[in-house]
C-alpha cells in the first residue's frame, strides 16, 4: 500500500498517560497535516508541517499536544497526560508542495482514554 | 482564520434524486475547494476540488459550483445511488497567519433510499 499509513490503529489508554502516534506519508509529499475528527463532526485541524518544518499548530491545541517530523518525511504526534476529551479519531494526510493539491487521508488512529 | 460553515448537516433522498450540499467561508484570500466522502470506517477520500479560478467543474454525477463573490460553493449530485450515502465535508483552503492549511466543514450526512 502505497497511501499514507498511520499506527496504531487504535489505542486504549489509562487517563494520564502519554501516548504516540505515527504517519507516514506518501514518500514525496512534502506536506503533512494533522487533524483531529470526533464523531459527527468534520476533520478539525492541529498543526501542518512543510518538510520537517512545523509552520503552525492550531491555537485550539494545549501543551500536552506536541508533532514532530524530524527529517521532513514520518511525522509522530504525542499526548502528554492524556484526558478523558483527547478521545477522538487522529488522521494524517499529505500532500504535494503546492497549496492547491490533493490531500490524501491515512486511515486514522482511534484513540480512547479511560 | 478560515472558518467553513456546511449545510444541511443531514439529507435524505429518494435514488435517482438531486442532493446539493452548500458550503460558506471566511477567508476571501482562500484559492483551492475541495469536497471529501467519507464512508462508514473509512478515510476521507477526495471525490471533487475547484481552484478559484474557475466557477464550475463537473465529473459526471457531481458537480461543484464556486461564488468568490458571496464566498460559497456547493455540491451537487445527480442520479443519487444507494452508494453515494455517506458523509460529505466540504473544505477550503485558507491563509491565515501567512501559512495556507486545508479547514473542514463540520460534514453533511447524506442517507439515499432506494
Known amino acids: 500500500d502505497t497511501g499514507v499509513s498511520q499506527n496504531p490503529r487504535h489505542k486504549i489508554t489509562k487517563r494520564g498517560q502519554n501516548v504516540t502516534f505515527r504517519c507516514d506519508p506518501i514518500?514525496?509529499?512534502?506536506?503533512l497535516y494533522w487533524y483531529r475528527q470526533t464523531l459527527g463532526q468534520g476533520p478539525e485541524f492541529l498543526t501542518y508541517?512543510?518538510?520537517?518544518?512545523?509552520?503552525?499548530k492550531s491555537r485550539l491545541l494545549s501543551d500536552r499536544f506536541s508533532a514532530e517530523r524530524p527529517k521532513g518525511s514520518f511525522s509522530t504526534l504525542e499526548i502528554q497526560r492524556t484526558e478523558q476529551g483527547d478521545s477522538a479519531m487522529y488522521l494524517c494526510?499529505?500532500?504535494?508542495?503546492?497549496?492547491?493539491?490533493?490531500?490524501?487521508f491515512g486511515q486514522g488512529t482511534r484513540l480512547t482514554v479511560v | 482564520g478560515e472558518n467553513v460553515e456546511q449545510h444541511p448537516s443531514t439529507l435524505s433522498v429518494q435514488e435517482g434524486d438531486s442532493a446539493v450540499i452548500k458550503c460558506t467561508y471566511s477567508?476571501?484570500?482562500?484559492?483551492?475547494f475541495p469536497w471529501y466522502k467519507q464512508e462508514l470506517g473509512k478515510r476521507p477520500q477526495l471525490i471533487i476540488d475547484?481552484?478559484?479560478?474557475?466557477g464550475e467543474k463537473k465529473d459526471q454525477r457531481i458537480a461543484v459550483t464556486l461564488n468568490k463573490t458571496a464566498k460559497h460553493f456547493s455540491l451537487h449530485i445527480t442520479e443519487t445511488q444507494p452508494e453515494d450515502s455517506a458523509v460529505y465535508f466540504c473544505?477550503?483552503?485558507?491563509?491565515?497567519?501567512?501559512?495556507?492549511?486545508?479547514?473542514f466543514g463540520a460534514g453533511t450526512r447524506l442517507a439515499v433510499h432506494p
Open positions: 477567508d476571501s484570500a482562500s484559492n483551492y
Open positions: 475547484i481552484r478559484s479560478n474557475v
Open positions: 494526510a499529505s500532500s504535494l508542495g503546492r497549496a492547491t493539491t490533493e490531500a490524501f
Open positions: 473544505a477550503a483552503m485558507g491563509f491565515s497567519g501567512g501559512y495556507n492549511k486545508l479547514i
Open positions: 514518500s514525496e509529499h512534502n506536506r
Open positions: 508541517f512543510q518538510n520537517e518544518a512545523q509552520l503552525e
